[in-house]
């Protein structure tokens, strides 16, 4: 009996001594859980007036060359305007006391896994279409508050009106 005891602490010491370090290793940490928002998925070509970004009740001014991240919320002033790059080559701009939401940005095209979604809340918006579309033609949606628009063609001008 004591044999088997001292055989079971040994198996268990030395599983505990190979698996611990494994699941340390893996096991994911809060900086890799949020690592979606942490990578830019494109930046800003140009501001007119001020445009705010802002992400889970932070805020910041949007310039040239600022990073532009997954969930972001864009918004322009009375006399703003913005344009983006993304990382695909799409572009977006908006024109002023716009809102929009970035919810989906996938673009590993040599995985066939691209998509990119936006939600827009108020004002007016030009997309104009990047590598995306070319390899899924149906893989960019603008939600609106009164319809889910499909992007089929390489560029659109979209306004909401209150």
Do not use: C
């Not at 001020?50 to 322009?76: C, F, P, W």
């Not at 066939?112 to 899924?136: E, N, P």
């Amino acid at each position: 009996m004591r044999e088997r005891l001292s055989l079971w602490l040994s198996v268990h010491k030395t599983i505990r001594a190979i698996i611990v370090p494994v699941l340390l290793v893996l096991a994911p940490t809060s900086e890799a859980l949020s690592a979606g928002t942490d990578t830019a998925i494109g930046f800003v070509k140009e501001v007119v007036g001020h445009t705010t970004l802002s992400q889970n009740g932070e805020r910041r001014s949007a310039a040239a060359g600022t990073k532009i991240y997954l969930n972001d919320m864009v918004e322009t002033d009375s006399v703003g305007s913005v344009g983006i790059v993304f990382d695909d080559g799409s572009t977006l701009s908006l024109g002023n006391d716009s809102k929009i939401k970035l919810d989906e940005f996938v673009y590993e095209p040599a995985d066939g896994i691209v998509g990119q979604s936006f939600q827009m809340l108020q004002g007016m918006m030009l997309y104009v279409s990047g590598q995306i579309t070319k390899v899924d033609h149906e893989a960019v949606r603008v939600n609106t508050p009164v319809a889910t628009i499909g992007i089929r063609g390489t560029r659109f001008i979209l306004r909401l009106d209150d």
